[in-house]
């Protein structure tokens, strides 16, 4: 578990020229991957997230679900920078991250994907994914001028990986065309890819499945498992319970801004709090 | 037919400045999406900043170092990309509707305090005898007007040169991602503010150097070269010719300054002389037909429809490298 993973190693059998293994990062040795601490959060006094608390073991995949509205979205954001914490800490490989801006988490290794896919729409597939790569001597504007023989030389490194991860998932075909031409399921596999080029350790997927057709949802539960293999550690918000109950060891149950439980995904989902939960979200 | 060479010269000087500032327009609006409408503020900064720093000491106002032309061309930008950095550090981080509105009233007070800082601008009288490149050609109109338009070309080539570099490289590409959508790229790493502030800054610069440039050429400026119309022209000619395209930016500033010059022309022969004034307002009329048009007919411009590739990434598609294989399960 602590090599580094190939990224699809049938594919890069088929990659003509030489073998370009695309290397995820090992696996971290704290043991806690991700540890949310009484976090809160309020938007005019209503407390969308209340003293929630969960840890996520490094290498594992969690699962995070709950009827619309808990608060899981929020939870996602919270973790990702995206809103700020009412209260409470959130630490990223021991590291406390809650006072640090959304673009700096993804250094830390945290890296996210939306509900709603936000892909660059006029920007080609390929150059989706190049956006997301960490080592970019041309993302200062001088280099560019003045030292163009190093930017280049990363700048082909990163376009030799992003073809390797685009392929990964499946958008090889597609790897010239608009962002704004994919499919709603080709979507979510192209976050899932614009994520990976950033090498993360933990990735905050927002319902993956959902929209998606059943041959792409396969792909992409196959993917996320090879990535998990790999050392990667995940936290879903998914509806789709056959997603979760595949891929998900643990589910944490949220409801009304709060944690219900934490268990296996079979056993969470006859808990009676955890039925009460769906069926009074459903009925209000 | 000399006279007709001459103008078309004049006429291209005149029309490629608009091109530098629609060159930077594009680096905010066209890349980085930045709704950037004070253009008029920055013309005007790099204007004064050159024309106060250029001019012969004169008894009426501060300034007059008589420093060279290429001195107050370079001071221009750096002032007018500091204004526009202290702006952005103020604004970046408002949404695109308020950031328009904040930099159309940042403009107009520019405007108002060059029309009232007498002591320093001249006030309504504006500054004169602002030196002129080549100004020794100036007794043979032909000869000045060409060897402009060669230093002109000059800039404005070297210009597109590096801003095509910086487009099409990882730095570019960045600035697209954040147009297309701010969170995900933050979500990715990147800086979202900072990048902003970077290419509104240098796209400030250069329309501070567009200002000085036509100061320079014309040797003179007021205040009222610097309303709002002169905004709203360098929009029109960045959506005509093709925003988020350099090469589109240049041919807009073309292609549009010569509709200006030709309704100029026709009102001047067609309209009565009391009337002409009036009808003057018929030049904003036709260039607002020609952006209707446009925006119907090429709704991205003249230009626009090629997407900016990394200049890297587009080597490789022109190598014909094979895609790869799909992955079959």
Redesign the interface.
Request: no cysteine; proline share 7%.
């Given at each position: 578990m602590t090599g580094p993973l190939r990224v699809?190693p049938?594919?890069v059998e088929?990659?003509?020229g030489p073998v370009r293994p695309a290397t995820l990062p090992r696996l971290w040795s704290g043991a806690r991957m991700l540890e949310v601490q009484s976090v809160s959060k309020s938007f005019d006094g209503f407390r969308a997230v209340d003293d929630v608390s969960f840890v996520v073991p490094a290498g594992s995949i969690v699962g995070l679900i709950g009827p619309n509205g808990a608060g899981k979205t929020t939870t996602f954001n919270l973790i990702?920078g995206?809103l700020q914490p009412t209260s409470g800490s959130i630490r990223l490989g021991g590291h406390p991250v809650e006072h640090e801006?959304?673009?700096?988490r993804?250094?830390a290794g945290l890296?996210?994907t939306?509900q709603i896919p936000?892909?660059?729409?006029?920007?080609?597939v390929?150059?989706?994914v190049?956006?997301?790569a960490?080592s970019?001597?041309?993302?200062?504007?001088l280099?560019?001028?003045f030292a163009r023989a190093d930017?280049?030389r990363q700048?082909?490194a990163n376009?030799a990986r992003a073809?390797?991860i685009?392929?990964?998932v499946?958008l090889?075909?597609v790897?010239?065309l608009?962002a704004k031409a994919l499919s709603g399921g080709q979507r979510k596999l192209l976050e899932l890819a614009?994520?990976l080029m950033?090498e993360p350790k933990l990735i905050l997927l927002d319902e993956p499945a959902a929209g998606v057709n059943p041959a792409l949802l396969?792909?992409i539960m196959?993917r996320i498992e090879t990535i998990n293999r790999g050392g990667v550690t995940f936290l879903i918000i998914e509806h789709n319970m056959d997603l979760v109950a595949r891929l998900c060891g643990e589910v944490i149950v949220m409801a009304e801004g709060r944690v219900l439980g934490r268990g296996a995904p079979q056993v969470m989902a006859r808990d009676p709090r955890v039925v009460e939960a769906y069926l009074g979200g459903a009925a209000a | 037919m000399i006279d007709l060479l001459g103008y078309g010269a004049f006429f291209l000087v005149n029309a490629l400045i608009f091109g530098v500032l629609c060159l930077g327009l594009n680096l905010q609006w066209g890349q980085t999406g930045l709704f950037n409408v004070g253009v008029a503020g920055f013309a005007a900064i790099g204007a004064y900043a050159s024309a106060i720093l250029t001019t012969p000491e004169a008894a009426e106002r501060i300034g007059g170092f008589g420093w060279p032309i290429l001195a107050g061309w370079l001071a221009a930008m750096l002032i007018a990309g500091a204004a526009a950095a202290l702006v952005g550090l103020a604004t970046l981080r408002l949404r695109a509707d308020y950031l328009a509105m904040t930099t159309f009233g940042i403009a107009v007070t520019i405007q108002v305090v060059a029309l009232n800082a007498t002591a320093l601008t001249g006030g309504p009288f504006g500054i004169a005898f602002i030196p002129r490149p080549f100004a020794s050609l100036a007794e043979t109109p032909i000869a000045f007007n060409a060897a402009n338009l060669a230093l002109t070309a000059a800039v404005v080539l070297g210009l597109f040169l590096?801003l095509e570099?910086?487009t099409r490289?990882?730095?570019g590409?960045?600035l697209?991602?954040i147009r297309?959508?701010e969170?995900?790229?933050?979500?990715?790493?990147?800086?979202?503010n900072f990048y902003r502030l970077?290419a509104f800054a240098?796209g400030g610069a250069i329309m501070g150097l567009a200002g000085a440039m036509q100061a320079h050429f014309i040797g003179f400026i007021a205040p009222d070269n610097y309303l709002s119309i002169l905004t709203f022209q360098v929009w029109a000619m960045l959506i005509v010719g093709g925003s988020?395209n350099n090469r589109g930016a240049l041919i807009g500033a073309v292609v549009v300054w010569a509709l200006w010059s030709l309704s100029s022309l026709a009102v001047g022969t067609f309209v009565a002389p009391a009337f002409q004034a009036r009808a003057a307002a018929l030049q904003i009329v036709a260039i607002g037909m020609a952006l209707a048009v446009i925006l119907l007919v090429r709704p991205r411009g003249l230009v626009g429809e090629r997407?900016t590739?990394?200049r890297?990434?587009e080597a490789?598609?022109d190598e014909g490298a094979?895609?790869?294989?799909?992955?079959r399960?």
């Open positions: 699809g049938s594919h088929r990659t003509r990702a995206t801006p959304a673009h700096r993804i250094a890296a996210r939306f936000k892909p660059f729409g006029e920007m080609s390929l150059e989706n190049l956006v997301a960490r970019q001597p041309g993302e200062r504007m280099a560019n001028l930017v280049q700048e082909k376009i073809r390797d685009v392929a990964f499946d090889a075909r790897e010239r608009p614009r994520v950033a396969e792909t196959a | 590096v570099t910086l490289s990882p730095w590409r960045v697209r991602a297309e959508d969170a995900a790229a933050a979500s990715l790493g990147k800086s979202v970077q240098f988020g997407a590739v990394s890297d990434v490789l598609h094979p895609a790869h294989e799909p992955v399960d």
